[in-house]
């Protein structure tokens, strides 16, 4: 078991990797009485189209179907998983992103009995067809609600303006017409495939012996059988610089307009530290620009074009990221012409000054630092950076090391308007 120390934080993790190629990382936190453990698979909604295990042509599957293999990974032919964590006094939940699915508990008791529950429930598929139709109404209702969830729909429509073949404009959870498409053989071609030891990660923090726990999982994953593991094939399309759409407008019913001003990063295809550092670049570049002690920030708000749902944000994982910009507004036309100024001004004349990179560089520490202290943050984060081959607890030291030359770099990966979109939802009865 490897013993990695992070003496600026006051650290410790344990990592091994198991002989059927699982990783296990370990993170015992002092003073917590709780316990977190997530069980997660590279794999996600935007792995439609790959090589299926054991076979040697690419194949495209219903989209949806990481979602819908999500939801009946908890259905066994002895009944609902999420009644024994209940009974074992634990809180069970899992996600589907565009590129993992996780599954994971909390607890104060019964650690072992339940990360036994949550290792053996994830690698012991049963999926039939007729469970498979039951579960079909339940996810187009889901599906449904999220239709008519505004701020969603601002959201993900943004995201669709954007991109126009990069699998990440399809939503997770599919439509109701995809996901009628889907049968168990495809949930266990999938399953076969992308939830190998391999390519899955165990993280466990908390309240909890490192050697104990290590010992326990090497000890499950060595009493079960599993195939070799094999390379995954995945195939993406070719996405263009440009937006997809320049500008969407929905009518949705909602009192308020909704903007969302996005940004496709056209530097993507990094991982590592480069990817970490522009991605912390980029961070530090928005919070520069649009932050709360931002001129734009100040102006806008009193010129009332923002509210309390004023929001940014970038995204980044491997091959794909984008900003956003967005509130609700009862003046859209008027907060688009302010952050394309905005823009514009600082790609004609960079007045980003020392003392605002430092001032910007302190607050994302202390937010970071503050960030440690949640158990539930710190489990969600590491897997997502060490899916990308980052590591979360290098944050600071990178940070630390940001130069203008980084945040100028970062702005050209930003900045081009010809890869920008708009999005707004207007007051109205139906969809335009």
């Known amino acids: 078991m490897e013993k990695i120390t992070f003496d600026n934080l006051q650290e410790t993790l344990f990592h091994e990797k198991l002989d059927n190629g699982l990783n296990v ?34 194949v495209t599957v219903p989209d949806g179907i990481a979602h819908f293999l999500e939801h009946k990974m908890f259905d066994k032919k002895e009944g609902d998983v999420f009644q024994k964590f209940g009974v074992l006094g634990a809180s069970a939940n899992a996600f589907t992103s565009f590129t993992r699915t996780s599954y994971l508990f909390s607890t104060t008791e019964n650690l072992y009995e339940n990360t036994k529950v949550l290792l053996d429930f994830v690698q012991e598929p049963y999926f039939t067809e007729e469970k498979v139709e039951k579960e079909k109404g339940i996810i ?25 073949e990069y699998p990440i404009n399809i939503d997770i959870a599919g439509t109701v017409d995809t996901i009628q498409e889907i049968t168990a053989e495809h949930l266990y071609e999938c399953y076969e495939t992308f939830y190998h030891p391999s390519n899955m990660t165990v993280f466990v923090i908390g309240a909890v012996d490192p050697e104990e726990m290590m010992n326990f999982i090497r000890k499950d994953q060595n009493s079960k059988e599993f195939s070799e593991p094999e390379e995954i094939k995945r195939k993406y399309p070719e996405e263009p610089e440009e937006a997809n759409r320049k500008k969407t407008v929905l009518e949705m019913d909602v009192l308020r307009p909704k903007f969302n001003y996005g940004m496709k990063c056209n530097r993507a295809s990094v991982a590592g530290d480069e990817m970490l550092r522009q991605d912390l670049a980029v961070n530090l570049l928005l919070d520069i620009l649009f932050g709360r002690t931002s001129e734009f920030y100040t102006k806008a708000y009193n010129d009332h074009l923002i509210d309390e749902t004023y929001h940014y944000e970038f995204i980044s994982e491997k091959d794909y990221g984008f900003a956003m910009v967005e509130s609700d507004t009862e003046k859209p036309v008027e907060l688009e012409a302010a952050v394309r100024s905005a823009l514009k001004s600082l790609a004609e004349n960079w007045t980003i000054s020392d003392d605002d990179l430092n001032r910007a560089r302190k607050r994302r520490i202390g937010q970071f630092m503050r960030s440690l202290n949640s158990i539930e943050f710190i489990s969600n984060q590491f897997t997502q950076y060490n899916f990308n081959d980052m590591n979360l607890f290098d944050v600071v030291p990178t940070l630390e090391k940001i130069e203008m030359g980084h945040l100028q770099e970062a702005f050209k990966t930003i900045s081009n308007e010809a890869s920008h979109t708009v999005m707004t939802i207007v007051p109205g009865t139906k969809e335009g």
């Open 25 to 58: 990382y370990i993170l015992p936190k002092r003073g917590f009485s709780k316990t977190y453990v997530t069980f997660t698979t590279k794999y996600g909604s935007i792995d439609r189209t790959f090589i299926p295990r054991g076979k040697n042509e690419f």
């Open 140 to 164: 187009a209702q889901e599906i449904t609600m999220y239709d008519d969830n505004p701020d969603w729909r601002n959201y993900f429509g943004t995201i669709q303006s954007l991109y126009k």
